[in-house]
């Protein structure tokens, strides 16, 4: 599976973004989808990541309540709706994709390369 992520950019605090996650190689149903970040001088992060079939879903404590993680699996696209965005949202954002075998997923088989997003405050 290849991934491709877009949708990065420098907005304000307070604004939205939304980050789509395009795959190719594989149809992304028969994978879970996530997202990470890294900011700098960190270790990369877990955001959220998505049942195959959309169902269940997951996501980290800091970005609860203002991400929402979706999938549309007939346009092999994941996304990562974000409001409310706050300055320690700054990272490098990556798509994941995860086999089915295990829920939530323990591993993550493939990445995508990473869109910057910035805040300002």
């Known amino acids: 599976v290849q991934l491709q992520a877009f949708g990065g950019g420098t907005v304000q605090a307070g604004d939205s973004l939304r980050l789509s996650c395009v795959a190719s190689?594989?149809?992304?149903?028969?994978?879970?989808m996530a997202w990470f970040r890294q900011a700098p001088g960190k270790e990369r992060e877990f955001v959220a990541v998505v049942r195959e079939i959309g169902i269940s879903r997951y996501y980290s404590g800091s970005v609860k309540s203002r991400f929402t993680i979706s999938r549309d699996n007939a346009k092999n696209t994941v996304y990562l709706q974000m409001n409310s965005l706050k300055p320690e949202d700054t990272a490098v954002y990556y798509c994941?994709?995860?086999?089915?075998?295990?829920?939530?997923?323990?591993?993550?088989?493939?990445w995508g390369q990473g869109t910057q997003v910035t805040v300002s405050s």
């Open positions: 994941a994709a995860a086999s089915i075998t295990n829920w939530p997923p323990s591993r993550y088989d493939y």
């Open positions: 190689g594989r149809a992304i149903s028969t994978q879970h």
